[in-house]
C-alpha cells in the first residue's frame, strides 16, 4: 500500500513552465476582435447616484459602450443571488439590502461600480473610465465595527448557531482566570495576479470563460444560473493562477457583467481589476474583535472558556466563517460555550482569506492559553499538553488520526526551545530582547466528491485529468504522485491535464481538501486501470495465467509475480495481445458513512523565534518552525512550500497586514501595495518545516489529509507570544506594528 | 489620465525653456512617482519634458568634495565606490528606500522632488490642501477635488510632528534627502534667469499657507547636481529607518546621523530627521549641544530630547512623540559604536 511508502521529493511538474513564461494566466489569453472592460467604481461609501455623465467618455476614442445602471444589459438569472451566497443557503431577504451591480443608483459600498466602460484597447478603456463623472446624494456611511458592534446579529446558519458543553459561566469559578479582547484588522489577499475574467460568446447560448477561479465548475455554475444556459454549453479554464488565497472562491458580480456585456457589444471582453480595486470588488478577512473568558486550576487543567466573536460583513449579503470553531474541540474542558455575531456594515462584502476565519480564531485562542500558561507559571507547551485531548470532545468521537504531542516535541526540539526562558523581557542579544513562542493551528480534514479519468497509453504513458484547478499549491504534482504510486508509470511518463471543464468535474480548490478530494478520485481511476490489467494478465492464455491477483506488482510497465520477478509480462505487450490502444477508466470519488465516525482535522505548531528592539519597537521574526500533522505527505516539496507560503502569510498577519479605513469616508487609505504591507522578503527569515508524515487511517485511501491552511492557522499567534515573551507586553491587537510596542526611555 | 505632449530634450538649456514656456509642464526623469500620480489624476499634465537624454549623470570628484548629476540613478549613487567610502551616509539612506527596480530607476533630482505619499493627497475624492489649494495661485493650476487637509482630524499615523501648518501636515518621504542635508549639501540649479545655489536645507519647505509649494525652485528652474563637501564622517555614520515592514516601505521616523570622533569624543556632528516634516527635519540644536561631549546614553537622551522641542502630534502620530527621540538614541549609539 502507498500509505506504507514516503514518498520522495519531486519537483512541481509545472514548475518550468512558470519559469519560463508557457503557464497561460486569464489575463495572458488574447482572442481576435477582443474588447476590454475597465471598472468605474463609486467615491462614496453610501447614498445614491444623483446623476452620471457619460458622454464624454462614450466619445473617447475606440470606446464601444458605457454600461452605468441606466442601461446595462439584462441578466436572465439576476432575480437568484448571482454566484450564490458566500456560504450556505441564502437567509431571508427582507433583512437585507439587495446589490445587484449597476442595477441601481444605490451606492452600498464604496468602490460599488458605478460604470463598466468598454474600448478596443485597455489604455482606451481607462482614459475613457477618466471622463466618467458622477455625482452623489451621499449618506454616511457605517464602516466602523467598534462602533457597532450593539448590532451583531446571530447568522442563523447551521454551524454559526451558538454552542454550548457544560455551563457557559464556567470559567468564572476558576482560581484563575483571564479575559481578554483581540482585534484582526481588515486584511486583503493581494495576490501578485489581479482579478478578472475573459469572456467570449461562441454561440447564442455557448460560452468560453477564461477567469481567476478556485473552481472551474462552481463558475459555470454561476454563470448557468445568471444566464439561464445549459451548463454544458459553458466552458470555464483556468489552468493557473498567480495566487487565489480566497478571493476566488466566488463569482464576483463584475465578473457577471462582464459576461453580460460582452454578449451585448458581440465581442470577446476582458476584465482586469486595479490594484486599488483588489481592495473593494473581490473580498477581504473581515475586521473581528474577540473576547476570550478562560478559566483554570492551579494545576493548570482548564474549568471553561467562553469565545465570542463579531466581525463584519455588507449590508447585501452575510458572510460567516468559522472564526470560534477551534475553541469547541481543541482542548479538554468541562465547560466551553462559543458565540459568533455579525454586523451588517456599509462595506463590500468580506470572503475566506488564507486559513480564512479559523486563523482569525486561532490568534485569540492561542494567544489567549498562552497568558493564562503565563499566569500559571507554565511552560506553553506544558499547559497545552496538561489539557491534550485524544478524543474530539465537542463530538464525543475519535480524531480519525491526531499526533499533535509528537508536532509539540519535534518544533520544539527544532526552535531549541530549552533556551526560552519562562521569564519575559530576560533575554537580551546586545540591544535586541530575544523571546520564544509557540501556538497550535488545525482546520477540517475533508472528504469532498470529486471525479477523474486515467488514460493509460500503449506506449506506456499515462494521462491524468481532472477539472480541478491548481492555484499553485502543486495540485498536479500531488496528482501525479498518487498515479505514479498506484501504476509505477514513470514520473515523466505521466501527464496531469487540469482546470478547464471540458475534464472530469472536481471541487472548488479551497479549504485544504483537494488532494484528498481529487487525489481519492485519481487513486481510484489508477486503480481501476490496474485491476483491468491485473485481470487480463492473469486470464487463460496469459504467461500468467492462474496466479491470484494479489500475488502481482506492477511497476515500469511491467506485470510481475512478487516473488517469482521473472514470471512477468510487459503491460504494452498485455495490451496489444488485448487489442487495446488505451485502459480508460473514470471514476467518482466520495468518502464511505464510516468517516462520519470520526472528527478529521489537521494539524500544525508554530514556533517561533523574535527579536525586538526596545527602543523602536521594531519586531524581526528571526527563526520559525512550522510542523505540519496532517497525514501522508504525498509531495514533500510542495508541502513544504505550501508551509514556507503559510508562514509568510503569517509573518505578514502578524507584523505588517492592515487595510486602513478612512471612517469618515468610508473609503480605504492605504490601497495599494506601497501602503498596505504584505511581508516582503527581508521580513522572513529561513524557515523549517516538519512533516509527522504519519498516515491518517480513516480520511481516504491515501492517508493524506490537507495542509494549505493549517501552514498559516496559529502563526499569528506564535509571533505575538514570542513577543511578549521577549518584552513582557501582549499585544492583543494585529498587526505588532513598532508603535505598540513603544515605551519612553 | 490626461491626453498631454511629450517632449524630449537633450540640453539643459532647452529643458529650461521648455519647462518655462507654459503652465502644466513637468519635467520627466525616473518618472518613479510622477507617472503614478499622473494615473491617480493627481498631477493632469499638458506636457512632460523628458530630460533623460540629459548629460547629467556623472558622479565626479571637485576640489571641495563630490558632485552628483542630477540625473545619477539612485543605485547608482549608492553603490558607487566614493559615496560608499567617503560619504557612507549617502548609500545607506539611498540602500533604504523604495525598491531595487524603483532605484535603478529613480534619480537624483527626482528624489529630491517627489511629492509627499500622503494618502488624501492621492485620492482627488477626498480633501487636500497641497493637491487643491484653497486659493489657486499662480504656481498652480487649478484646483483638483475638494481642498482642506483630510490628515489633520484623519489617519495621519505617518504625518509630520514638526513644522506642520493648519493647511497641511503631510512629510516628504525620501531617505536620501536626510543623509544630503545632514552633509550640508548643495543643489546647483539652472533656470531662465541663470544658474544658482540652494543650500540643501533650504531647498524643500515648510508648508505654511502654501502647502502646493514643497520646495523653493522657481518656475522654469532645472536640478543641475548637487554638491556634497568633503568630511569626516565616514567611519561614523548611520542611517536608521523605522518602517512597518523590513523593505519597501516609507519610514515611520528616520534618522541620519554623521559623527567625526576621537576616542569617546563627539568632534563635530550631524543630525537628521525623516518622517517628521514636510521637509527633512535637521537638528542644529542637538548636534550643537552634542558637539564637545562624550558619547554616552546619558547626553544622547539629553539630545534627543532637545531634538523633540516643539514637536506635535496629531492623534494617530503621537506615538512619534516617543519613537522620534528612541529613534536618535539608538542611531546615535550603532554610529558612535557605543551600542
Redesign the interface.
Known amino acids: 500500500m502507498t500509505k506504507d511508502l514516503k514518498n520522495p521529493p519531486i519537483d512541481r511538474i509545472d514548475g518550468r513552465m512558470k519559469v519560463t513564461g508557457g503557464a497561460q494566466y486569464f489575463a495572458d489569453f488574447e482572442l481576435p476582435n477582443m474588447a476590454y472592460c475597465v471598472i468605474v467604481g463609486s467615491?462614496?461609501g453610501r447614498g445614491t447616484i444623483a446623476s452620471i455623465d457619460t458622454k464624454k467618455a462614450q466619445g473617447a476614442p475606440g470606446v464601444l459602450g458605457v454600461f452605468t445602471h441606466q442601461n446595462m444589459p439584462p441578466i436572465p438569472g439576476w432575480d437568484a443571488p448571482v454566484g450564490g451566497e458566500a456560504d450556505g443557503p441564502a437567509p431571508k431577504p427582507d433583512t437585507k439590502e439587495k446589490y445587484r451591480i449597476l442595477h441601481t443608483p444605490k451606492i452600498l459600498f464604496d468602490g460599488q461600480p458605478i460604470a463598466m466602460v468598454v474600448a478596443d484597447s485597455y489604455e482606451r478603456a481607462?482614459?475613457a473610465a477618466?471622463l466618467v463623472k458622477a455625482t452623489y446624494a451621499k449618506q454616511a456611511a457605517r464602516t466602523d465595527l467598534e462602533k457597532h458592534l450593539a448590532e451583531g446579529i446571530a447568522p442563523g446558519r447551521p454551524g454559526s448557531s451558538d454552542y454550548l458543553r457544560g455551563k457557559a459561566d464556567g470559567y468564572q469559578s476558576a482560581p484563575v482566570t483571564l479575559e481578554a479582547n483581540y482585534t484582526i484588522p481588515v486584511e486583503v489577499h493581494n495576490p501578485m495576479e489581479l482579478h478578472g475574467i475573459l469572456a467570449h460568446w461562441t454561440g447564442a447560448d455557448s460560452l468560453m470563460i477564461y477567469a481567476k477561479t478556485q473552481g472551474v465548475n462552481a463558475t459555470q455554475n454561476a454563470m448557468a444560473e445568471a444566464f439561464k444556459i445549459d451548463p454544458k454549453k459553458i466552458h470555464v479554464h483556468t489552468e493557473f493562477m498567480g495566487g487565489g488565497f480566497g478571493m476566488g472562491l466566488r463569482t464576483w458580480p463584475q465578473e457577471t457583467a462582464v459576461v453580460a456585456i460582452a454578449k451585448k457589444i458581440g465581442r470577446p471582453l476582458k476584465l482586469v481589476v486595479t490594484r486599488n480595486q483588489m481592495f473593494t470588488l473581490v473580498g477581504h478577512r473581515p475586521y473581528t474583535v474577540q473576547t476570550i473568558n478562560m478559566g483554570a486550576d492551579t494545576n493548570g487543567k482548564l474549568i471553561g472558556i467562553a469565545h465570542a466573536a463579531t466581525a463584519e460583513t455588507a449590508s447585501y449579503e452575510d458572510f460567516t466563517e468559522a472564526t470560534v470553531n477551534m475553541t469547541k474541540f481543541m482542548y479538554e474542558c468541562p465547560n466551553v460555550s462559543t458565540r459568533y455575531r455579525i454586523v451588517r456594515l456599509d462595506r463590500s462584502v468580506p470572503i475566506w482569506m488564507r486559513g480564512p476565519g479559523e486563523a482569525t480564531g486561532a490568534f485569540a485562542l492561542e494567544s489567549a492559553m498562552d497568558e493564562m500558561a503565563h499566569k500559571l507559571g507554565l511552560d506553553p507547551i506544558e499547559f497545552r499538553l496538561r489539557n491534550y485531548t485524544e478524543t474530539d470532545p465537542e463530538h464525543n468521537r475519535p480524531y480519525s488520526s491526531k499526533n499533535l504531542k509528537e508536532a509539540y516535541q519535534r518544533g520544539a526540539e527544532a526552535i531549541g526551545w530549552n533556551k526560552r526562558q519562562n521569564q519575559p523581557a530576560s533575554q537580551r542579544e546586545?540591544?535586541w530582547l530575544i523571546g520564544y513562542g509557540m501556538s497550535t493551528g488545525t482546520f477540517n480534514a475533508f472528504r469532498w466528491e470529486a471525479s477523474a479519468r486515467a488514460l493509460l497509453n500503449a506506449d506506456g504513458s499515462l494521462t491524468i485529468q481532472s477539472a480541478v484547478t491548481d492555484i499553485g499549491p502543486g495540485t498536479g504534482t500531488a496528482l501525479t504522485m498518487i498515479a505514479h504510486n498506484v501504476l509505477g508509470v514513470p514520473l515523466n511518463r505521466i501527464k496531469v491535464a487540469y482546470g478547464d471543464t471540458s475534464l472530469p468535474k472536481a471541487p472548488t480548490q479551497g479549504g485544504s481538501a483537494i488532494v484528498s478530494a481529487v487525489g481519492s478520485a485519481v487513486y481510484d481511476a489508477c486503480t481501476k486501470i490496474k485491476n483491468q490489467l491485473v485481470e487480463l494478465a492473469i486470464k487463460d492464455g496469459s504467461p500468467l495465467a492462474g496466479r491470484q491477483a494479489d500475488e502481482l506488482t506492477l511497476t515500469d510497465g511491467v506485470l510481475f509475480v512478487e516473488k517469482e520477478p521473472e514470471k512477468k509480462i510487459v503491460v504494452s505487450e498485455l495490451m496489444w495481445t488485448n487489442n487495446l490502444t488505451v485502459v480508460d477508466k473514470s471514476a467518482d470519488s466520495k468518502g464511505g458513512p464510516e468517516l462520519g465516525k470520526y472528527s478529521m482535522y489537521s494539524f500544525s505548531v508554530h514556533f517561533v523565534q523574535v527579536r525586538v528592539?526596545p527602543?523602536?519597537?521594531?519586531v524581526?521574526v528571526s527563526k520559525a518552525v512550522s510542523v505540519a500533522d496532517s497525514g501522508r505527505i504525498i509531495s514533500p516539496k510542495t508541502a513544504a512550500s505550501q508551509m514556507i507560503g503559510g508562514v509568510a502569510g503569517g509573518i505578514g498577519m502578524a507584523?505588517?497586514e492592515e487595510a486602513?479605513i478612512?471612517h469618515?469616508?468610508g473609503?480605504f487609505?492605504?490601497n495599494n501595495l506601497?501602503?498596505y504591507?504584505v511581508?516582503?522578503?527581508?521580513?522572513v527569515p529561513a524557515i523549517e518545516t516538519i512533516m509527522i508524515d504519519k498516515p491518517d487511517p480513516i480520511i481516504n485511501p491515501m492517508g493524506a489529509k490537507g495542509m494549505g491552511e493549517i501552514a498559516l492557522i496559529g502563526f499569528a499567534g506564535a509571533v505575538a507570544n514570542a513577543v511578549f515573551n521577549a518584552t513582557g507586553q501582549r499585544v492583543r491587537d494585529l498587526?505588532i506594528?513598532?508603535?505598540k510596542l513603544?515605551?519612553?526611555? | 489620465?490626461?491626453?498631454f505632449q511629450y517632449t524630449r530634450v537633450t540640453t539643459p538649456k532647452a529643458a529650461v525653456s521648455a519647462l518655462s514656456q507654459e503652465s502644466g509642464t513637468y519635467f520627466l526623469a525616473g518618472g518613479t512617482n510622477l507617472i503614478d500620480l499622473i494615473k491617480r489624476?493627481v498631477v493632469v499634465p499638458e506636457r512632460l519634458v523628458d530630460i533623460n537624454k540629459l548629460p547629467l549623470a556623472t558622479i565626479e570628484k571637485t576640489a571641495t568634495g563630490l558632485r552628483i548629476g542630477a540625473m545619477a540613478k539612485n543605485s547608482a549613487v549608492a553603490e558607487h565606490e566614493l559615496v560608499k567610502k567617503h560619504f557612507p551616509l549617502l548609500s545607506m539612506a539611498l540602500n533604504a528606500g523604495a525598491s531595487a527596480q524603483l532605484r535603478n530607476m529613480a534619480t537624483v533630482g527626482g528624489n529630491m522632488m517627489q511629492r509627499t505619499?500622503c494618502?488624501?493627497f492621492y485620492?482627488t475624492?477626498?480633501p487636500c490642501n497641497k493637491r487643491s489649494p484653497v486659493q489657486a495661485g499662480p504656481d498652480k493650476g487649478k484646483p483638483n477635488g475638494p481642498s482642506g487637509c483630510?490628515a489633520i482630524?484623519?489617519?495621519n499615523?505617518m504625518h509630520a510632528i514638526f513644522g506642520g501648518s493648519t493647511k497641511c501636515i503631510a512629510v516628504h518621504p525620501s531617505d536620501m534627502c536626510i543623509a544630503l542635508v545632514a552633509l550640508d549639501a548643495t543643489v546647483n540649479v539652472s533656470g531662465p534667469k541663470g544658474d544658482r545655489k540652494i543650500p540643501f536645507s533650504d531647498f524643500h519647505r515648510l508648508p505654511g499657507d502654501t502647502p502646493q509649494k514643497d520646495n523653493t525652485l522657481l518656475p522654469g528652474e532645472l536640478i543641475m547636481s548637487v554638491d556634497i563637501p568633503t568630511n569626516k564622517f565616514a567611519d561614523n555614520s548611520h542611517y536608521?529607518k523605522?518602517r512597518?515592514?523590513?523593505?519597501?516601505?516609507?519610514a515611520?521616523?528616520s534618522v541620519g546621523v554623521a559623527v567625526d570622533m576621537k576616542r569617546d569624543v563627539i568632534q563635530d556632528i550631524r543630525l537628521a530627521m525623516g518622517g517628521v516634516a514636510h521637509k527633512p527635519w535637521r537638528l542644529t540644536e542637538a548636534e550643537q549641544f552634542l558637539r564637545g561631549k562624550s558619547a554616552t546614553e546619558a547626553n544622547f537622551?539629553q539630545a534627543a530630547t532637545i531634538a523633540m522641542n516643539g514637536a506635535k502630534g496629531y492623534g494617530e502620530n503621537d506615538?512619534k512623540l516617543?519613537?522620534a527621540?528612541?529613534?536618535i538614541?539608538?542611531a546615535l549609539?550603532t554610529a558612535t559604536k557605543t551600542?
Open positions: 467615491e462614496i481607462t482614459y477618466s546586545g540591544d528592539n527602543l523602536t519597537g521594531v524581526r507584523l505588517t486602513v478612512d469618515r469616508f473609503r487609505v492605504n506601497a501602503d504591507h511581508a516582503v522578503h527581508a521580513d498587526p506594528t513598532p508603535d513603544l515605551r519612553t526611555v | 489620465m490626461n491626453p489624476e505619499r494618502p488624501y485620492d475624492s477626498m483630510g482630524d484623519g489617519y499615523r536608521l523605522v512597518d515592514r523590513a523593505s519597501y516601505a516609507f515611520l521616523i537622551k506615538f516617543t519613537l527621540p528612541n529613534s538614541i539608538d549609539k551600542a
